[in-house]
């Protein structure tokens, strides 16, 4: 028998695998094995091998000796959440080492703080070759002491190999896409092949083109699945129908791991806010709840968009053909795409562009093409074969958890219809619309919404998708109001019916009285003359009555804001959402692509001042290639500046494109989230070293004001800074200690309440105590009720949502600065926020 003895990987106390605290190790679902608690920052081959898997977030890797045994040894728990922060290697796969090599360098203070232990194990993944394992106790001493003594079983041939079945007839499960957030890592693989192992016929994991047999954890983690991967199960054997039907399932279900947290490559740039919850039924049956996904109002009459059929043949008798017929109409897709692409991104509006650019992407995805063509192999026509696909994906994108993800189910109907037209010949249905339409369906694509005849359409309600799905965000860019998740009776609407929608609301009157509708336009139609008057002035300055000027700016999130901005009288950015250019993708920008950004926004904005915030993601929403263990209470935790104090090369080269784009103009700098004077001080001391290095001339520097302690502290830190800019959406949910986006808690968070004035106003004293101006940038600045209030408390500039800009402006000439400082002063007197409503109102009247 052969006896085998490993020498410790690293020097620390060692632990029974019992003790580990992680089930899948401590109930050896990965194998047999102990662990070490370490001191020592160096993995070292315990025995001679070959490097037979080392996983892609180098937290993990396997050694194969020559007798088969497998050795894994995983650095610390759920350190696959770091994506290879913290990890240095020294080896690839395929590698051969002896006893005592380095494998692996790892920062262990890094991995103590940032992942639930640092506790290290040592498996035996193949367990069928051991016939016992002698285990030493106490403390290890890295590749001196001796960890283990493993005993292999005689006449045992290694069955460890990847199999693929291959003479006998196997069964294929569907596709599956991988909703783990960090993919197949030690827990999902080893609860994997447990599942596996409960059968005897042969499994393999089958991803784009490789195959891992499911009962090894090692094969599946060197198949290296990631989130969104698409994989699938072969089985053959006497039980390999029961196996696929019982395993499928359960890897769509996360395999133990939590899937709900999307990663933040998936979430948009509007996602950051949550998702409103689906409302329930209002009680009435003429009015129809849903989810305000566009605001504004609209009367109409309904127009019911019926879905897209298409008629065809399930089987063909040439393949070729079918195949030439396929491949031609994926192209005449693809290039239509990159044109409407290009002529998007000339009008700068990038938002939509992008969709288009996902669109382009999902039809180059392997997986996909390949269910079609195999169908297409098996002799079906080109058109069933890529209904079958594409109808397939988007319903198991429809399953997710993942809401957003959920969402791309439509995206995938779309330019799945965009080819079947295309192979069908037929054009884009259009239905002819009537005037003030306000179209109802159960989902509409992006494409079709996009090329809608504006001039007809008022609104449009959709009983899926939510805020966040792409139909909302081309809506809001046309500004037709929309309702998305409503009532499932607005299917049953009679063509014709008139209606109210309230975007704002997301609300759906039926049978509206002639009264009803002759008011409701009535007021639109003052709306619209108001409007119209606001607009005339919009490029005139904001002086109060008695002639104090308040600089209306504008909150921007990317160019094309910028250009809207300046053309309804902006006078500078007040807010620019640097965050748009660090989501959505799986590395973070470049130095160059962000000075690009920041350069083509400041020379849009025509000489205008332009103040760049600083990325502001945090807990609550991580970044693909940040990482960020969870956290118990996202808000309270890495969040805003933080990040930039523990991710400091982030922060400098966002600091340098900044710097660099500030020859072009104007550009202030801010900071969010501060909440200790260390914080600023800090900070600031980054920025003048990315200064100096630059050789470019200072800019000013300005923090927001959103937690109480910078407020109380407003005159420390003004003596810090050039300025204060007020987020009242954090101020307000760290006032009165309410998540900003709590479905439950939205009717009472209210950034009117007086214990948020007082903080404006404490922020305000502190700021011209030492001659400094401050402006608001949260929400509050936008609500034309708050702006006498604002300036009574002295605020000297407003930074606005784009399409407010005239209204604001409007309010701003309203009053005097006396009026205004009443108003203020008898507002910071009110015990409620509706006792601050009502005054408001009043006095506006
Ligand atoms: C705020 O908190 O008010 C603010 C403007 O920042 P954000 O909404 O981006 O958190
Ligand atoms: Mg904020």
Redesign the pocket.
């Known amino acids: 028998m052969q006896k085998i003895t490993l020498t410790a990987p690293l020097s620390g106390i060692i632990y029974p695998i019992e003790e580990v605290p992680d089930p899948v190790f401590a109930q050896k679902m990965v194998g047999d094995g102990l662990s070490i608690d370490p001191t020592s920052h160096t993995l070292f081959a315990p025995i001679d091998g070959t490097v037979t898997q080392l996983h892609s977030a180098m937290h993990a890797v396997t050694l194969t000796h020559s007798s088969g045994l497998e050795v894994m040894m995983h650095i610390g728990i759920d350190t696959v959440a770091l994506k290879g922060k913290g990890f240095e290697a020294h080896i690839k796969a395929g590698q051969e080492v002896k006893q005592g090599d380095a494998l692996i360098d790892f920062d262990i203070d890094f991995i103590a703080t940032n992942a639930k232990s640092v506790m290290t194990q040592i498996i035996f993944t193949n367990g069928e070759l051991i016939e016992s394992i002698e285990k030493a106790e106490g403390i290890a001493e890295s590749k001196e002491s001796p960890l283990a003594t493993v005993t292999i079983k005689e006449a045992l041939v290694c069955q460890n190999t990847i199999n693929t079945p291959q003479n006998e007839e196997a069964i294929l499960s569907e596709m599956i896409i991988i909703p783990n957030p960090t993919g197949f890592h030690a827990r999902p693989a080893a609860i994997l092949a447990g599942l596996a192992k409960k059968y005897t016929s042969k499994i393999a994991l089958l991803k784009n083109g490789k195959s891992a047999n499911s009962k090894s954890v090692v094969a599946i983690m060197g198949l290296d699945v990631q989130y969104n991967d698409t994989v699938q199960l072969s089985a053959s054997g006497e039980d390999a129908k029961e196996a696929v039907a019982a395993i499928v399932p359960q890897i769509q279900s996360g395999l133990g791991d939590d899937v709900k947290a999307p990663p933040a490559a998936a979430v948009t740039a509007s996602a950051i806010k949550k998702p409103e919850p689906k409302k329930k039924s209002s009680g009435d049956p003429d009015l129809l709840m849903g989810i305000a996904a566009s605001p504004g109002v609209a009367v109409g009459i309904a127009v019911q968009i019926k879905e897209e059929k298409f008629d065809f043949a399930e089987e063909a008798t040439d393949a070729h053909e079918q195949k030439n017929r396929f491949e031609s109409a994926l192209e005449s897709s693809k290039n239509d795409l990159a044109a409407l692409k290009e002529s998007l991104e000339k009008e700068a509006n990038l938002s939509k562009a992008a969709i288009f650019a996902a669109h382009h992407e999902m039809l180059e995805d392997p997986d996909l093409l390949e269910i079609a063509q195999n169908l297409i192999d098996q002799g079906k026509s080109a058109e069933y074969s890529w209904d079958q696909a594409y109808t397939l994906y988007a319903k198991q994108l429809e399953g997710l958890q993942n809401k957003l993800l959920a969402e791309r189910a439509n995206d995938l109907r779309d330019v799945g219809k965009r080819v079947m037209r295309l192979l069908r010949g037929k054009e884009q249905a259009s239905q002819t619309l009537p005037d003030n339409a306000i179209l109802i369906a159960e989902e509409l694509t992006p494409s079709f919404v996009a090329t809608i005849d504006t001039q007809k359409v008022k609104g449009f309600c959709i009983t899926t998708g939510g805020a966040t799905s792409h139909v909302a965000i081309i809506a809001r860019s046309l500004d037709i109001p929309t309702i998305a998740g409503i009532e499932e009776q607005a299917l049953d609407i009679i063509d014709g019916e008139p209606l109210i929608l309230d975007g704002d609301k997301g609300t759906l009157r039926l049978h509206a009285s002639q009264t009803l509708i002759d008011e409701t336009i009535h007021k639109q139609q003052l709306i619209t003359e108001e409007r119209a008057k606001n607009l005339e002035r919009a490029f005139e300055e904001a002086l109060t009555a008695d002639g104090k000027k308040i600089e209306v700016v504008a909150n921007i999130g990317e160019l094309k804001d910028a250009v809207a901005g300046v053309k309804l009288g902006a006078e500078g950015v007040g807010?620019l959402?640097s965050e748009f250019l660090f989501l959505e993708r799986t590395s973070e920008p470049s130095e160059e692509e962000q000075y690009e950004a920041y350069r083509d926004i400041i020379l849009a904005l025509e000489g205008r001042p332009l103040i760049v915030r600083t990325l502001?993601v945090g807990g609550d929403k991580p970044l693909p290639y940040l990482p960020m263990p969870a956290e118990e209470n996202p808000f309270l935790g890495v969040r805003g500046i933080r990040i930039g104090f523990e991710n400091q090369e982030i922060f400098r080269v966002q600091a340098r494109a900044v710097l660099r784009a500030s020859t072009h103009g104007k550009i202030r700098i801010m900071f969010p989230m501060i909440s200790t004077i260390d914080e600023i001080r800090e900070v600031k001391v980054m920025l003048e070293e990315e200064r100096e290095k630059l050789g470019v001339a200072p800019i000013e520097v300005g923090i927001?004001v959103?937690v109480p302690s910078a407020a109380i502290l407003a005159d420390q830190f003004a003596k810090e800074v050039d300025f204060f800019s007020i987020?009242?959406?954090?101020?307000t949910q760290y006032t009165l200690a309410m998540d900003r986006g709590h479905a439950r808690l939205a009717s009472k968070i209210d950034a009117l309440d007086p214990a948020v004035l007082r903080f404006i106003k404490l922020t305000a004293d502190g700021a011209h105590k030492e001659g400094k101006w401050l402006g608001v940038?949260?929400?509050l600045a936008s609500d034309p009720l708050a702006v006498p209030v604002l300036v009574g408390l002295g605020i000297d500039e407003l930074s606005v949502s784009v399409p407010s800009i005239p209204k604001i402006k409007a309010e701003v000439r309203r009053y005097s600065s006396n009026e205004a400082q009443t108003i203020a002063s008898n507002a910071l007197l009110c015990a409620t926020a509706k006792d601050v409503r009502a005054l408001l109102e009043k006095e506006r009247r």
Do not use: K, S
């Open positions: 807010l959402r502001d927001m959103e987020g009242t959406n954090d101020l940038c949260g929400g």
